[in-house]
């Protein structure tokens, strides 16, 4: 409400206003289901377990994600210590990986660590975790990867479910690939990048940093299991936003990225008249902002331009360009932040696959399907309900 309230361009625009309204509803809903496990007492494993332990476990489960021999699941910490952080905020932490707060059959093993007080984002230590699952019918030998971020009040159990509303782990089994459900420490640490030249990359910029670099560590320990040259990032929303800071700045350990519902948040000199003119509600300011609003003002700090970073060329694990695949409601609030990233990628002569759809900031139909036909990992065919461009519109060409 808060937001509403300080809107300076665009407030009184209908469609803005169900769109906000539409989103408080959705804020409530999620909450009324996360309350009742949010805050009860937590139980955590007080011992380490190897990373070889870990890979076996993967190894152990049936194609519903459950023990063959009806054991617990495994945990890996750092440094194998108890835990006694005491996590009372409504997202974050262990818990976030082993809760089903919206029910279905949670598949994958835990895999978490103790990260240590670290006095430049003023933290005292947190545990964090993902969740992996390698389907138990897919063929031995190095399988390739979708490491996939969540959206603002999710966690990582409910992309690691069988019945999910994003069908990752039913398209993980039918496609053959090995999934990571990451988990945000409450959000995603998402850089605001100041200007054209700086590239946001290093732990300096993001507490989330090191955090991306431990999937990656860890799946590189076991060649034989994980295809580190075929490994994509995907995510939706605030999870789309790390997506692409992610795939820029770790480019050269993935193979591409596709992210869903949200693009780039310009601001300042980045907007030009080239900016503005795809803004459909009028609100973007040439020099001063897109006119796209984000919660917490996040992107309009004094010197920012590209939020999270200003894409360049970049090349992949193999040496290619990065795979890219857009999504977009033609309805959704967040759709002028895709469109500059499509201006963005061109700029920079960057290819990329767009995908639109009837509907607003929600996960686009057939997503998972689409995911894995655009990566290369499937032959799906493509969703009657995506379309190149919206209806009465002039699809962007490269």
Not at 171 to 178: L, M, R
Not at 302 to 318: F, I, Q, T
Not at 321 to 330: D, E, K, M, P, Y
Not at 363 to 376: D, K, V
């Amino acid at each position: 409400l808060a937001q509403a309230f300080r809107l300076r361009r665009g407030f009184g625009n209908p469609s803005m206003a169900r769109n906000m309204l539409s989103q408080l509803v959705h804020v409530i809903w999620i909450l009324s289901f996360r309350h009742a496990t949010c805050f009860s007492e937590q139980g955590y494993f007080d011992y380490q377990e190897s990373l070889d332990d870990v890979l076996a476990d993967l190894r152990t489960r049936g194609s519903d994600g459950r023990h063959q021999d009806g054991g617990p699941a495994v945990t890996f910490r750092e440094r194998g210590k108890p835990l006694n952080f005491p996590f009372d905020d409504p997202d974050g932490g262990e818990n976030d990986c082993i809760d089903t707060p919206f029910g279905g059959s949670l598949v994958g093993s835990l895999i978490s660590y103790d990260t240590p007080t670290d006095t430049r984002y003023n933290s005292k230590g947190a545990t964090r975790c993902f969740r992996a699952y390698l389907p138990s019918n897919i063929p031995k030998g190095p399988a390739p990867v979708v490491v996939y971020f969540h959206e603002m009040f999710s966690s990582a159990t409910n992309a690691c479910r069988k019945g999910g509303y994003m069908g990752l782990v039913e398209q993980a089994s039918e496609a053959g690939f090995a999934l990571i459900c990451a988990d945000a420490n409450v959000h995603w640490d998402i850089p605001e990048a100041l200007n054209r030249t700086h590239a946001p990359c290093s732990e300096e910029d993001s507490a989330d940093h090191a955090y991306v670099q431990t999937i990656f560590t860890m799946l590189k320990k076991f060649p034989d299991t994980f295809d580190t040259s075929r490994i994509f990032l995907a995510g939706h929303s605030e999870g789309a936003t790390f997506t692409t800071w992610a795939a820029f700045c770790f480019n050269r350990e993935i193979r591409g990225f596709a992210s869903s519902g949200v693009g780039l948040k310009l601001h300042g000199a980045a907007v030009t008249e080239e900016s503005c003119t795809s803004h459909v509600d009028g609100a973007c300011l040439v020099g001063v902002d897109d006119g796209t609003e984000v919660p917490g003002l996040w992107g309009e700090c004094e010197g920012c331009e590209y939020s999270p970073l200003k894409p360049w060329k970049a090349r992949n694990v193999v040496g290619d360009l990065l795979s890219i695949c857009l999504f977009s409601g033609c309805s959704d609030y967040f759709r002028h932040s895709v469109t500059m990233m499509e201006q963005n990628l061109e700029e920079v002569k960057m290819p990329y696959v767009m995908h639109h759809f009837n509907g607003g900031h929600v996960i686009p139909p057939s997503f998972a399907e689409t995911l894995t036909e655009c990566f290369g990992l499937s032959n799906a065919t493509k969703s009657q309900d995506l379309f190149p461009s919206c209806p009465g519109e002039d699809p962007v060409s490269l």
